[in-house]
């Protein structure tokens, strides 16, 4: 359709700007509309409170206690937001997220057209991603992940320009200084995925000496220097102890080899990635798959590799980070983000080469699936299994089904058409979702409620208590620190000696615990993200 064309030349040609508004357009309405939300957003919220009121800089606290489980640079990051925004928390929480979001793009981007990839493609890769519906979501959930995948990304694109051009100049420098950054947002994968696929990617080139260069060395030495001053200043916040035991053993090599949550088997990604890839997953089904199973194929990708450019780098990019979160004890949904640019990045240049039959079946697979989930949740979005009720489910179904229906239409159109109407469908359907489904979810997926009930009773006298709840998730709402504890009958005897106090405690436990406390009653019942927890006092 010529009005695609012309619409895509236009955002071909700005593309930052491009990027910036689809965001926007994406995010704007839901800055605050909705609580903050079980069980990160809440202790996350708690932890930047600690950090701007408390002067916890270096080593985050959670309801008054250390937190290691997070480097600080993501929370530095909303501090800048609330001082340099008219926004206070939580909409600057909201505000983290889709900025967050939109350096994602930013770096995808930059990372094609560092490998050189045409404006057609990159702007393509970037189309793919913002009608891939878990990164939407993602860009109004408040956590570090989209800014600590946006630093790897970036980390990549110039390792791959050092490591492939003539003179490395200042780029080796740039790309250990972003893997440094990343680590201090979220943990050491931040450095690790960067160069370990680098150094696979040249190890496969037969070209791994490149690596062994004085920029190399000198770019080392900036990440460690960085990464250094984060260290001691944990050192002279916790002391050397806490370093050792609590975040290198604890946080860093415990979760990566023997986790304490999150356990899963190998195969875990296998059905995570599909799903959190959606609707593009289904271009599997599009794709000559055949020729992976000839030994021609792999002989002649084996004898090419000397030659192996861009994509072959992208390929490894995503396979390596793949295999290596595969062999980790620990498998979460969103650890998968690092490889979303690499593959759209390849999808959107495969789209430009498919004949007519394998693109008419591309966009029959990526509209079918939108109809199809439109009408599941048109038929049963009664009976998902919440304990509220959720407000325009049927008219986000009406959206998803005219929004595959739309990309139907595309299918005998190129493949900007399609992609254009994807991620059109997409920013629509988040209107109903953002306005009217997630904030009618609050009292599921939030503590708020029992939080603010909490707030109200120690404002009596209550003294307030929590035993075996995911710890801080009240916090923030309660505006109040509170005692936690696993064990039953340390609990029973600190809380003999309290005339007033309130509890907070799950469903499962209580009927255990309530042997040992005797004079306590249930006052408050929620179901929160699914666990049932209960408000009990004394007094």
Not at 386 to 415: H, K, N, Q, S, T
Request: glycine share 8%; net charge positive; proline share 6%.
């Amino acid at each position: 359709m010529p009005v695609f064309r012309s619409l895509w030349t236009r955002l071909e040609n700005h593309p930052w700007l491009t990027m910036t508004v689809a965001v926007l357009a994406q995010t704007w309405f839901t800055l605050g509309n909705r609580a903050l939300w079980f069980s990160d957003e809440v202790r996350y919220a708690d932890a930047y409170r600690n950090l701007a009121l408390n002067g916890k800089w270096m080593v985050l606290a959670l309801n008054g206690q250390p937190y290691p489980d997070k480097p600080p640079v993501y929370f530095w990051f909303l501090w800048l937001l609330d001082k340099l925004t008219p926004f206070d928390p939580p909409a600057v929480f909201f505000l983290g997220a889709a900025l967050s979001g939109l350096f994602f793009l930013f770096a995808a981007y930059a990372l094609a057209r560092t490998l050189r990839f045409d404006r057609t493609t990159s702007l393509g890769g970037v189309l793919i991603l913002l009608s891939t519906f878990v990164l939407a979501a993602l860009f109004h959930y408040s956590r570090m992940d989209l800014l600590f995948g946006a630093c790897i990304i970036l980390a990549h694109a110039c390792l791959y320009r050092a490591y492939t051009a003539d003179n490395q100049g200042t780029w080796p420098v740039r790309g250990f200084l972003l893997a440094g950054l990343a680590t201090l947002i979220k943990g050491p994968l931040g450095f690790l995925f960067p160069l370990v696929n680098v150094f696979l990617f040249l190890l496969y080139k037969g070209e791994a000496r490149r690596m062994l260069s004085r920029r190399t060395l000198l770019g080392l030495l900036a990440m460690l220097a960085l990464l250094a001053a984060w260290i001691v200043g944990v050192i002279l916040a916790e002391g050397p102890d806490f370093l050792i035991n609590t975040v290198l053993g604890h946080q860093i090599l415990e979760r990566a080899t023997h986790t304490f949550h999150h356990r899963e088997p190998f195969y875990w990604y296998f059905v995570a990635f599909p799903i959190a890839w959606l609707p593009w997953s289904l271009t599997l089904f599009a794709a000559p798959v055949k020729s992976l199973f000839s030994l021609s194929f792999w002989g002649e990708l084996w004898g090419g590799r000397r030659q192996a450019g861009p994509r072959a780098f992208l390929w490894i990019m995503f396979a390596a980070t793949f295999a290596f979160l595969s062999s980790l004890s620990g498998k979460v949904f969103i650890y998968v983000l690092p490889m979303f640019p690499p593959l759209a990045i390849l999808t959107a240049d495969w789209m430009r080469t498919l004949d007519p039959a394998r693109a008419k079946r591309l966009w029959t697979l990526a509209g079918g699936v939108w109809i199809v989930l439109g009408a599941a949740l048109l038929l049963v979005g009664d009976l998902i299994p919440v304990p509220v009720p959720i407000r325009g489910m049927g008219i986000c179904a009406g959206v998803l089904i005219l929004g595959g229906a739309a990309i139907l239409r595309m299918r005998g159109e190129d493949f900007r058409a399609g992609l254009l109407t994807a991620a059109l469908a997409l920013t629509v359907w988040i209107y109903p979702v953002g306005l009217l489904a997630i904030p009618s979810l609050d009292d599921a997926m939030s503590p708020k409620h029992q939080a603010l009930i909490l707030k109200d009773y120690i404002a009596k006298g209550y003294e307030p208590y929590a035993v075996r709840v995911y710890s801080g998730i009240y916090t923030w709402y309660a505006d109040h620190e509170y005692p936690e504890y696993d064990d039953y009958e340390a609990l029973a005897r600190e809380l003999a000696g309290h005339d007033k106090v309130i509890l907070a405690v799950r469903e499962p436990h209580w009927k255990d615990l309530s042997k040992l406390l005797p004079g306590f009653h249930v006052i408050d019942r929620q179901s929160i993200a699914g666990l049932p927890h209960l408000l009990v006092i004394k007094g």
